[in-house]
């Protein structure tokens, strides 16, 4: 089963986002994990992470920028962020060590 109709099937059925949107928010999510693990390229252990925080980032859709909401005595309040558990998650992942290119003078 590929990334996306594991991420389809999370947000339920019938799902009321479009492939689309599910499509953005798995691509979003796939750039966030790949730029905290300083990588060009997704493990493929690593996948179920990028689901839970696609997962999370359709959750936050309509929300954007903020960080709490209250409305008739209910507070909500909302992460910014990657969550904890994930950033734990992805600490297995070792930041890539690469050579540091100086820039070419001419």
Same mark, same amino acid.
């Not at 798995?26 to 999510?29: C, Q």
């Not at 750039?31 to 300083?38: E, F, H, K, M, T």
């Not at 060009?40 to 493990?43: I, R, S």
């Not at 309509?62 to 962020?81: A, K, L, M």
């Given at each position: 089963?590929?990334?996306?109709?594991?991420?389809l099937?999370?947000l339920g059925?019938?799902? &009321?986002?479009? &492939?689309?949107t599910?499509?953005v928010c798995? =691509?979003?999510?796939e750039?966030?994990?790949?730029?905290?693990?300083?990588r060009?390229?997704?493990?493929k =252990?690593a996948?179920?992470?990028?689901?839970?925080?696609?997962?999370?980032y359709y959750?936050r859709l309509?929300? &954007?920028?903020?960080?709490? !909401?209250? &409305?008739?005595?209910?507070?909500? =309040?909302?992460?910014?962020?990657i969550p904890d558990?994930?950033?734990r998650?992805?600490?297995?992942?070792? !930041?890539?060590?690469?050579?540091?290119y100086?820039?070419?003078?001419?």
């Open positions: 089963m590929m990334m996306i109709d594991k991420l099937v999370l059925s019938p799902c &009321e986002c479009s &492939e689309e599910a499509e798995l =691509s979003m999510a750039d966030a994990v790949l730029d905290y693990i300083g060009e390229d997704l493990p =252990s996948e179920s992470i990028v689901i839970k925080l696609a997962v999370i959750n309509g929300n &954007e920028g903020e960080t709490t !909401r209250t &409305e008739g005595g209910i507070s909500q =309040s909302f992460c910014t962020d558990d994930i950033k998650q992805l600490h297995n992942y070792p !930041r890539k060590v690469g050579v540091i100086a820039p070419v003078e001419e």
